[in-house]
């Protein structure tokens, strides 16, 4: 792992790391249901999941999983997001080459992302251009709850 808290100081192989491990609760589930505006039983619905789901139990939504690898990859850095009063620059999502829901996430399960760089590149506009392969473990299971070539940009200051 590289000794930094900045992607751009990651080289194409180093092992990013992993983060820390995130319960995800049905209250979780549930509000992100609400938010997303999809009542699906299979997530939302306890009593439903227990009767009808072939989990028997609530799961996660897919989307719920990818919406904290941002979170997940902060967490593996080491670093804290959002550094108040530093000229840092900030990153931005560019998207996924590949995106696979290997395995659910059944409701209270602990997961945590495992994250290394697999290209890296700097643009002419002064931007790192960086992929990362990532991978989002439960505890206890043997397949990963999703695999992801994830796509991210670094803007430092002054860069547009």
């Excluded at 939302?44 to 989990?55: K, L, Q, R």
């Excluded at 700097?122 to 931007?127: E, P, T, V, Y």
């Amino acid at each position: 792992m590289a000794d930094t808290n900045q992607m751009m100081d990651f080289e194409a192989g180093d092992e990013v790391g992993s983060s820390r491990w995130i319960t995800i609760d049905q209250s979780m589930i549930s509000d992100f249901g609400r938010i997303t505006l999809d009542p699906d039983p299979m997530h939302v619905d306890p009593d439903w999941a227990a009767e009808n789901s072939p989990f028997e139990a609530t799961i996660s939504f897919g989307f719920l999983t990818v919406s904290l690898l941002t979170h997940m990859m902060y967490s593996a850095m080491k670093r804290t997001p959002y550094v108040h009063g530093t000229p840092s620059g900030h990153y931005l999502n560019y998207g996924f080459d590949r995106l696979r829901f290997v395995a659910p996430v059944k409701v209270g399960s602990r997961v945590r992302g495992h994250f290394r760089m697999t290209d890296r590149a700097l643009d002419d506009a002064g931007r790192w251009r960086a992929n990362f392969h990532c991978s989002v473990e439960i505890e206890g299971e043997d397949r990963p709850a999703l695999v992801a070539d994830w796509l991210s940009v670094w803007v430092p200051p002054g860069a547009d």
